[in-house]
């Protein structure tokens, strides 16, 4: 059993940059694939960014494609995403997933962390 704490969430003015981490406890992370999802208030929850486990195969949502990045460090059990140029449209509630295979599918995922905010104001 995999548990996820995300971090790095607040207020951030269009334009600027965040990062946003999340710690991962529990056995085997490095086997897991890891994924970012958001949920905006009144939305379905999206995808953003999948890693596999060792790192060298990455996904990303068109809508943040060239914006974002995800990597991860398994020797620290942690997965990071950062995010530049933000948008208001990319306030939400953004959380981390472990999984089997770093798929776009929530149901591709296992484990998820409780989320932390990002908001974006114009």
């Known amino acids: 059993q995999v548990q996820l704490v995300e971090s790095g969430g607040g207020l951030v003015q269009a334009g600027g940059s965040l990062r946003l981490s999340c710690a991962a406890s529990g056995r085997a992370f490095f086997t897991y694939s890891m994924g970012w999802f958001r949920q905006a208030p009144g939305k379905e929850r999206e995808f953003v960014a999948s890693v596999s486990p060792s790192g060298n195969s ?6 943040v494609k060239g914006r974002f990045t995800i990597s991860r460090a398994n020797v620290a059990n942690m ?3 950062q995010m530049n140029s933000l948008k208001p449209e990319d306030k939400a509630v ?3 997933a472990a999984g089997g295979t770093s798929g776009w599918r929530t149901s591709e995922y296992d484990y998820w962390g409780q ?3 990002v ?3 114009s």
Do not use: K
Request: overall charge negative.
């Open 79 to 81: 997965v990071y995403l």
């Open 115 to 117: 989320g932390t905010q």
């Open 94 to 96: 953004y959380s981390c």
């Open 119 to 121: 908001t974006v104001s």
């Open 58 to 63: 990455i996904v990303y949502a068109d809508s």
